[in-house]
């Protein structure tokens, strides 16, 4: 069995549900109006608060409230979860999107990047680079000798043109 302790406890909720009901029970209750009071009013009616049922049918209702109230708590574990699973069904199709929207974009940027380069550099031609070819195939021209004789720009410059 249980520890005394826990059973005094026990004895006494019990106790002091009993009385609880039985002072209820005992009050007179009006009903003035749409209030309701424990005080008398001006055309006040009594409102009768016995409760008509058995003990038999009193434990009936109270266990058909308490299996109400599992199946309520079930099937709000039910929904929440239900929510849940949709909550993270929602995030992957967003996720998903959101990834696809950013991959077709980088394409068509991409796209756009290719045909700008495309437009701006004409093609290469191919230069071929035959062998010799860094030797000059003709002699350039050479430039008049000035007057001085040794190739001086100054002395170039201080020649009359003619």
């Known amino acids: ?3 005394p302790h826990y059973s005094v406890r026990a004895l006494a909720i019990g106790l002091f549900s009993m009385l609880a009901v039985a002072q209820a029970q005992a009050q007179t209750i009006y009903r003035c109006g749409n209030n309701y009071s424990g005080s008398p009013c001006p055309q006040g009616v009594i409102v009768n608060t016995a409760d008509p049922r058995s003990q ?5 209702t109270d266990h058909a409230t308490a299996d ?4 309520s708590g079930q099937m709000e ?3 929440r979860a239900d929510e849940a699973a949709a909550q993270h069904r929602a995030d992957s199709q967003a996720k998903a999107a959101a990834q696809k929207a950013k991959t077709d974009q980088m394409a068509k940027t991409n796209s756009l990047r290719a045909e700008a380069k495309a437009k701006k550099k004409p093609a290469k031609t ?5 062998a010799n070819s860094d030797k000059p195939r003709s002699k350039p021209a050479r430039e008049p000798a ?3 004789g040794n190739g001086d720009k100054a002395g170039a410059a201080a020649q009359p043109k003619l």
């Open 1 to 3: 069995m249980g520890s």
């Open 68 to 71: 109400a109230k599992a199946l």
């Open 126 to 130: 191919k230069m071929v680079k035959l």
């Open 56 to 60: 038999a049918q009193k434990a009936q």
């Open 77 to 79: 574990r039910n929904r």
């Open 146 to 148: 000035n007057s001085a």
